[in-house]
């Protein structure tokens, strides 16, 4: 229990929500006016910067879920898979799905036959509403514009999710495996994702969480450029963890030719 509080602390102090005293920062106190994880949090506030508050505060609504809004009936498998990757299309990984997946069924006006349409629970998209309209209620006192969008930038969206979850990146290495970034540890993306049986899988990827299984699956990724890391969290991050390893070695070949 005392490492995993260790843990948390440090965690805290990397998403810049304590001082160096243990202090809560400015920082610190308006992520703690969300009912949410200390990284989702972060996120939220996060997206000021990059102009997308509306869509973070969607697609912060879906993963705090906790549970997948996708069901695949085993008679209409091929359907559901079809519709699921439906959300994929244009890029962005898990976490744009969820976006679009919302964003649509908003402009549905929270249709159930939609849901049924498209394989997704009703009951848990509900849900995701009921928490989302109580984001959206107290980003006042954090002085968040709840409208503030930008429903054709992906990117903001990912770097916004990044700013949170920065601790939860691996890269592909050359054994066709990914890695986490700072531990090392060896991780696969979730059969259920999205980007699972992507034919040129992403060199990185930001990931909502690790469930252990049969192995340690990252669950819910996007995908990150690595320049993104240091932009984001240059106290945590040095250019040596982004470095390609195949390029630092390209000089000696040079001169040894």
């Known amino acids: 229990p005392s490492d995993s509080l260790i843990r948390a602390l440090e965690q805290l102090y990397a998403l810049g929500a304590l001082n160096d005293r243990g202090e809560l920062t400015k920082l610190g106190r308006r992520m703690a006016e969300f009912p949410l994880e200390p990284m989702l949090s972060k996120s939220v506030i996060a997206s000021e910067k990059y102009e997308c508050v509306s869509e973070v505060l969607s697609t912060v609504a879906m993963l705090s879920l906790g549970a997948t809004v996708f069901y695949r009936p085993k008679d209409k498998a091929v359907h559901a898979d079809t519709a699921r990757l439906n959300f994929a299309r244009g890029g962005g990984g898990d976490h744009i799905s969820l976006l679009r997946c919302y964003r649509e069924w908003a402009d549905t006006e929270y249709s159930t036959q939609w849901c049924f349409e498209n394989y997704v629970q009703v009951r848990n998209m509900r849900k995701a ?3 989302r309209e109580q984001l959206e209620s107290l980003c006042e006192r954090v002085e968040l514009d709840p409208a503030l969008s930008s429903p054709e930038d992906q990117d903001s969206v990912i770097k916004a999710i990044t700013a949170g979850f920065f601790y939860n990146t691996a890269k592909l ?3 066709g495996e990914y890695q986490t970034v700072k531990q090392h540890r060896t991780v696969y ?3 259920s994702s999205v980007l699972a049986k992507e034919e040129e899988p992403p060199g990185w990827l930001v990931y909502f ?4 299984t049969t192995k340690e699956y990252m669950r819910q990724v996007a995908p990150i450029k690595p320049g993104w890391l240091i932009e984001i969290a240059p106290h945590f991050y040095q250019e040596s963890d982004i470095e390609d390893p195949k390029a630092k070695k390209m000089p000696k070949s040079r001169r040894n030719a």
Not at 209 to 212: G, P, R, S, V, Y
């Open 129 to 131: 509403r009921d928490i």
């Open 209 to 212: 969480e690790l469930a252990f």
């Open 189 to 191: 993306i979730h059969p």
């Open 173 to 175: 290495g050359r054994s």
